[in-house]
């Protein structure tokens, strides 16, 4: 599995392959046919098709053909403190592609206070020259300030860009206040693209953290004892909550623990647009392993949110992905070496978060979920990859086989098995939290851009054939809801008659502050006044008894807009 | 029955026709407060049952039947007996010969507490219950008060007062006269008021100041929380203080109030480890502060200006939000959390979820979100529309009164309080052009124990005794005042009310005790009321008169560590302590960091160079460990110490679910 790819092109020099007596599996439905595929795209679907001579033929029987996966969050090459994650683009996308993952969606993480336009090129550069397989990117916001606004339309606009990551945590460095999440939000509405969050509650974090440290306690088991579970659904909670009300898209990513999905699942079944994401490890490993005595191994287990010690949560998560309250399922993977790791040996909040596992999410999705018959073959495509291709806006240019959609197809093998390992795996890292894992299910071929990147077991890529892939913004399914609703949220006024009545003198000590001990220890006086009040009232007023008075109209000629009993928000369809 | 028949043309019930001697056997043994020793027995007569049916007899004229063998001690007893206490001395002066003897017999009551009912005479002196029972043995000439049947049920507690507040030089137009007066007439005789300090000045001189302004006015007894405007080291100091010799025991944080007093979520988690230390409740107003600041500017800005503005800008999902967030914070650390003003269904649902997990919450649904709806904020009469103003604002959805009923009578949420804080339709026109400057407040000291009784227990979602736990009990228990309040019981201060089940009355500003011109329940035909209400062991409230007397009301200390809610918090702090893993030292390669320390900025030139750094590092690591494969080095590096924490438990001990 060495950097063959080079060498390997010449071999498939043809553009053109039929792929022949699989069965395709869309999210909707399956069928028996034939593809046949030029230049990248898909041309004819169909039996007994007319094809050039010559063709490379791939034979499929007994096998599915799906498209190929999307990961919706990795974090290849990612730098954090001086030191940049294991995989690069280059060995990152050669994983997901032996995986079955055909296209990824990265992070680009700026770092606070500086440009988001200088990062996105960054990374643009070193991903175009290293990708393997197609890609798009997520920007992440790390600071708010107003002048990234600008910078925000500008990559909506001219770059391709549709979704932003706001973080709940990392108190001090990347976290936003809620009134900052507010304001992103109705940017993010108003530019028609998505708005994603890292939802932890970072002050609760931060004080957990100083007392674990206080307690002695420095190892990994610090980093999930700080990080309890409660702390991500609340913030899962907050993020909905501020969504709903600057009425935008939401989508939360990594959904590690089962409180965190029960919220999101709750808040979907009251008619919120949000979106969650779990990731592989979530999915398919538990956070006992935080309590290893291998300190290297408990550590990379380091994520964040961290993976719930729970060992009944996988079994939620999967439960909740396959009924549909979970759409899509991403790796979230951000490799670190067991030395760049050790930077926190004596202390668990400098270990470098991230996990691996974007060549283990197909695999580890078809275990967990379709071989223990929660899911079929089609909600299976449609949580890899055709889901994150609606949501994203690239559908159904990915995420479906379909006549001139791209050709990333996937040869699934559902009988073969395969142990999760270390020594096979293609990442960079010395661990995989997967390990020892076994899987029945394996891509036994694998197509990217038309050309086989995989067969036989043998990988053959091509450092920098991976394109970026612009999304549009308004991406269909998820903001017909959302402009819908916009129509509808407008609140009015009541057109009342002025009030005419007596006005209680605010003088002296005005606004909020410092009424002192003088005017307060004036109770008496505050209800001397009271009732010359009351007396002036009941001449001009007529308050108490029926409201009779309630039904005289003052201004006939406007109509009541908002009735009573409604609007307390008119988007909740609860 | 006999006695019946004695009685002639008196339509009794079948249950207080019981004569003196050859007692009905009642039901009177069944609890631990229920009588007293030996008061059953050598009763000769009972004047109760002589008496029966003359009970609008004017009390001076009671000597009369009167000296019969009367066992007591005190054969000559009267009203105007030298008592201990100076107070009430005067109390007599002020208002003699008006029944205010400092003994009192209530007979042929049903009393109800919060566990059962039970038919038995109550004998109150100094303002103590001193005797339950049968036929007791009573000095002569006691006045009596004939329940005849009806329930007497300890008196109400209202946890959430705001008297006499003040607010941009304003003061709340319900002083502790005439709020606790309308208290004790709505069948409340015990209040807790909330201390709310300015910002930058000391809590202690403001309790003092609550202190000195209650003392003079309140008619009944009542109790304090201190809001905490700010937090810092010295109102640190100033909680111990308080909680330690002053005889608080719960405080009161804002999520709301975006730049005056809303506490950030990192000093929510301060002050609640702190609190949990102090063994004091912590309580919250749960609305998230910087969402209503953002929509308050966005009503603004489209030109909503009247109160409806208020409700728009505080939707219901903001007070769930911040419910939930207090809940997680106060089960990080581990701290007892009380919801003041739980005013939607989504917020009730938040805290019953969270008990039913475990977490040590308790909700307060006030009379407002019990008894009436946000419907009204879109009134086309200003001043009617807002005398509804209050935060978290009640809720436009009309059924939401109901379903807060039903959650109070199942015990997701536990007391109920009024959170009465009336401001004059003129100084609430102080904001006639901008909601957000519209004094917060409505009323309901009055009227929550009838709300209560007409939406809970005459519709049949609650009984006579969870009506009791709720309006008194509960209270009692958090606040570390039971048995002393919230019980009828042998050695409890004997604040008592005759509650009448059958009474209706109609709710009007025109009637009310407030110095409000407007009521929210303006209209409300409510089923019960009280028929007496006794403080302090005095009648405060008989015929429809009410007897107050300003500054009788004592301030009530309550000690922390209040069993009710912290037996459960100490118990699991003790489970709590966490323990480290024992490993070896970790003795591998450890990435360098030196050219770029902490959080510095990697700029390009790190970036572009991926892969440079790893490959050395990887291979130094593969001669040095074993990592990958069956993981058979585990546990082998120090044998001798056990594994504290196993795999699979331990996220957070606290947590049951």
């Not at chain 1, 609606?390 to 142990?419: E, Q, S």
């Amino acid at each position: 599995m060495s950097h063959q790819g080079k060498k390997s092109i010449p071999r498939i020099t043809s553009d053109q392959l039929l792929i022949k007596g699989g069965k395709i599996v869309n999210d909707d439905q399956s069928f028996y046919a034939d593809i046949y595929v030029e230049d990248g795209l898909i041309k004819q679907i169909g039996e007994n098709l007319v094809v050039p001579g010559g063709v490379k033929t791939i034979d499929a029987y007994s096998q599915i053909v799906m498209p190929g996966g999307i990961d919706v969050h990795t974090r290849l090459q990612m730098p954090i403190r001086g030191m940049t994650s294991a995989d690069d683009f280059y060995q990152g996308t050669k994983a997901a592609l032996a995986g079955g993952t055909t296209m990824i969606i990265d992070h680009v993480c700026a770092e606070p206070g500086t440009s988001l336009l200088a990062a996105y090129e960054r990374c643009r550069a070193s991903a175009d020259s290293l990708a393997c397989c197609d890609y798009s990117l997520h920007i992440d916001i790390p600071r708010w300030h107003e002048s990234l606004k600008e910078e925000l339309e500008a990559l909506v606009k001219d770059k391709g860009v549709n979704s932003f990551l706001v973080f709940m945590a990392y108190k001090d460095k990347l976290q936003c206040t809620d009134a900052q999440m507010y304001e992103i939000f109705c940017i993010i509405r108003d530019l028609g693209a998505i708005a994603q969050v890292h939802a932890e509650n970072g002050d609760i974090i931060d004080e957990e953290q100083k007392r674990l440290l206080e307690l002695g306690i420095t190892g990994p088991e610090g980093h999930v004892l700080s990080r309890p579970e409660e702390v991500e659904a609340e913030a899962v909670y907050r993020a909905i909550t501020i969504a709903k009300q600057a009425n935008c898209p939401l989508y939360i990513t990594k959904i590690m623990s089962r409180g965190a999905a029960d919220v999101l699942a709750q808040a979907k079944r009251k008619g919120t647009v949000v979106y969650g994401e779990p990731i592989t490890a979530s999915l398919g490993t538990n956070g006992s392993h935080y309590w290893s005595k291998n300190w290297a191994k408990a550590a990379a287990f380091v994520t964040s949110p961290p993976i719930s010690p729970d060992p009944t949560t996988p079994d939620h998560l999967t439960s909740l992905l396959s009924c549909g309250d979970l759409q899509v399922a991403g790796s979230a993977h951000c490799t670190f070496t067991t030395a760049q790791k050790a930077v926190g040996k004596d202390n668990f909040t400098l270990i470098p978060e991230g996990t691996n596992g974007i060549e283990e999410r197909m695999s580890v999705i078809w275990e967990k979920c379709v071989v223990s018959g929660k899911m079929d073959e089609n909600e299976f495509v449609a949580v890899t990859s055709t889901n994150a291709a609606k949501i994203f806006n690239c559908y159904p240019r990915k995420g479906r086989i379909a006549v001139g959609t791209d050709a990333d197809l996937v040869l699934w093998n559902p009988k073969a098995t395969k142990i999760i390992s270390a020594k096979t795996h293609n990442s960079n890292v010395e661990y995989n939290i997967f390990e020892g894992t076994e899987c029945h299910g394996v891509p036994t071929v694998v197509i990217s851009q038309g050309k086989v990147v995989l067969e036989d077991g043998n990988l053959c890529v091509t450092q920098g054939s991976g394109r970026f892939i612009p999304r549009k913004t308004f991406p269909d399914f998820v903001y017909k809801r959302i402009k819908a609703r916009n129509r509808l949220a407008e609140v009015h006024g009541v057109p009342r008659g002025l009030y005419d009545g007596p006005v209680h003198d605010v003088l002296a000590s005005a606004r909020a502050v410092a009424p002192t001990a003088t005017s307060r220890i004036a109770p008496c006086a505050g209800k001397a006044q009271a009732p010359p009040v009351r007396n002036l009232h009941q001449s001009g007023f007529s308050l108490s008894g029926s409201q009779a008075d309630d039904h005289i109209t003052r201004r006939t000629a406007q109509k009541i807009i908002a009735p009573p009993g409604g609007r307390s928000n008119i988007t909740s369809l609860s | 029955m006999a006695a019946g028949g004695r009685r002639g043309g008196e339509e009794l019930p079948v249950y207080l026709a019981r004569p003196g001697s050859a007692a009905v056997p009642r039901q009177k043994r069944g609890g631990l407060f229920c009588s007293v020793e030996g008061a059953f027995e050598s009763k000769t007569l009972d004047f109760g049952a002589l008496r029966v049916g003359q009970r609008r007899a004017p009390p001076p004229a009671r000597p009369g039947p009167d000296p019969g063998p009367d066992p007591g001690p005190e054969s000559e007893p009267g009203p105007s007996e030298p008592r201990a206490a100076p107070d009430e001395e005067r109390l007599q002066d002020l208002a003699p010969a008006d029944g205010r003897s400092d003994r009192l017999l209530i007979k042929g009551g049903r009393i109800v507490n919060d566990d059962q009912s039970f038919y038995a005479d109550i004998y109150v002196e100094d303002g103590l219950i001193k005797q339950i029972g049968d036929n007791l043995i009573v000095p002569g000439g006691v006045k009596t008060i004939e329940a005849n049947g009806k329930m007497v049920i300890p008196g109400g507690i209202d946890v959430h007062t705001r008297l006499q507040m003040p607010y941009k030089g304003m003061t709340a137009v319900d002083d502790f006269f005439q709020g606790t007066k309308a208290a004790l007439a709505g069948g409340t005789t015990m209040i807790m008021d909330h201390v709310v300090p300015e910002p930058e000045s000391s809590l202690v001189e403001a309790l003092e100041r609550w202190r000195e302004w209650a003392d003079g006015k309140a008619c009944c007894d009542y109790a304090l929380h201190v809001d905490m405007p700010r937090w810092s080291d010295r109102v640190r100091q100033e909680l111990h203080t308080l909680v330690q010799e002053k005889g608080i025991n719960s405080f009161m944080v804002y999520m709301a109030y975006k730049d005056s007093y809303q506490m950030s979520n990192t000093e929510l988690y301060e002050i609640f480890s702190c609190l949990a230390e102090l063994g004091a409740i912590a309580q919250v107003h749960a609305e998230n502060g910087d969402i209503i600041a953002q929509e308050q500017t966005r009503m603004l800005e489209m030109g909503i200006t009247g109160p409806e503005g208020h409700v728009l800008s505080r939707p219901e999902e903001l007070e769930a939000e911040a419910v939930f967030r207090a809940i997680t914070i106060a089960s990080q650390t581990n701290c007892p959390l009380y919801v003041t003003k739980v005013m939607s269904k989504s917020a009730a649902d938040l805290i019953s979820q969270a008990r039913k997990k475990g977490n040590v919450v308790f909700g307060e649904p006030i009379t407002a979100s019990l008894g009436t709806d946000g419907t009204h904020y879109w009134s086309k009469n200003w001043a009617k529309a807002a005398a509804f103003v209050v935060s978290p604002p009640l809720s436009p959805d009309p059924t939401t009164p109901d379903y807060i009923n039903s959650l109070l009578a199942s015990g997701d949420l536990q007391v109920s309080g009024s959170a009465h804080c009336t401001f004059s339709t003129a100084q609430k026109a102080i904001g006639k052009d901008n909601f957000t400057a519209i004094p917060e407040g409505t009323n309901g000291i009055e009227e929550r124990m009838s709300v209560i009784w007409d939406k809970a227990v005459a519709t049949g979602k609650m009984d006579e005794n969870q009506f009791v736990a709720v309006t008194s009990t509960n209270a009692a228990k958090i606040f570390n005042l039971y048995p002393r309040k919230g019980r009828i019981a042998v050695g409890s201060d004997s604040d008592l009310v005759i509650w009448d089940p059958d009474a209706v009355k109609i709710v009007t500003a025109k009637t009310h005790q407030s110095a409000a011109e407007y009521n929210i329940f303006e209209g409300m035909e409510l089923r019960g009321a009280p028929l007496v209400v006794i403080c302090q062991g005095k009648i405060m409230l008989e015929d429809g008169n009410l007897h107050v007397t300003q500054g009788t009301g004592r301030f009530l200390p309550s000690s922390p560590f209040p069993d009710y809610v912290y037996k459960r918090i100490k118990a699991r702090r003790k489970m709590a302590e966490m323990h480290a893993v024992p490993r070896g030292m970790y003795d591998g390669p450890v990435f360098d960091l030196t050219t770029t320390p902490k959080g510095g900025t990697p700029a390009g030139s790190t970036r572009g160079s991926p892969t440079r750094q790893t490959p050395p590092v990887r291979n130094l690591h593969q001669s040095g460990f074993s990592l990958s494969g069956t993981q058979v080095d585990e546990g082998v590096r120090s044998a001798s110490k056990r594994i504290v924490a196993p795999p699979g438990g331990r996220s957070n001990i606290t947590s049951l679910s």
